[in-house]
């Protein structure tokens, strides 16, 4: 099974960027899809961004416009760029693969807190 470790989270003020990072231990080509997704405490994870192995980018509409993903294969990377952050953007972030239908990978989480 193909290990995921995140990265790249921390606090930022309102407004700020982070660039949080998901480092495959095997390839990630075989994947159908890479994605991020988040938790906030005492809420149910919810999607954040998914992108296919074609390419395809799809994000909710809470953070379409602010947040991109991003694949590189030949390092067996997938990258969340998260732009105009807000508070309620906290959240421990997690990234994970699906190989066909079921999203059977996931790390371990990166805590990313956007103050006010």
């Known amino acids: 099974q193909v290990q995921l470790v995140e990265s790249g989270g921390g606090l930022v003020q309102t407004g700020g960027s982070l660039r949080l990072s998901c480092a495959a231990s095997?390839?990630?080509?075989?994947?159908?899809?890479m994605g991020w997704y988040r938790q906030a405490p005492g809420k149910q994870r919810e999607l954040v961004a998914i992108i296919t192995s074609g390419g395809h980018t799809t994000y909710p509409d809470s953070v379409k416009g602010r947040f991109t993903i991003t694949r590189d294969n030949a390092k067996n990377t997938v990258y969340l760029q998260m732009n105009s952050l807000k508070p309620e953007d906290t959240a421990v972030y997690y990234c994970?693969?699906?190989?066909?239908?079921?999203?059977?990978?996931w790390g371990q989480g990166t805590q990313v807190t956007v103050s006010s």
């Open positions: 095997g390839s990630i080509f075989s994947f159908t899809a």
């Open positions: 994970a693969a699906r190989a066909i239908v079921d999203w059977d990978n």
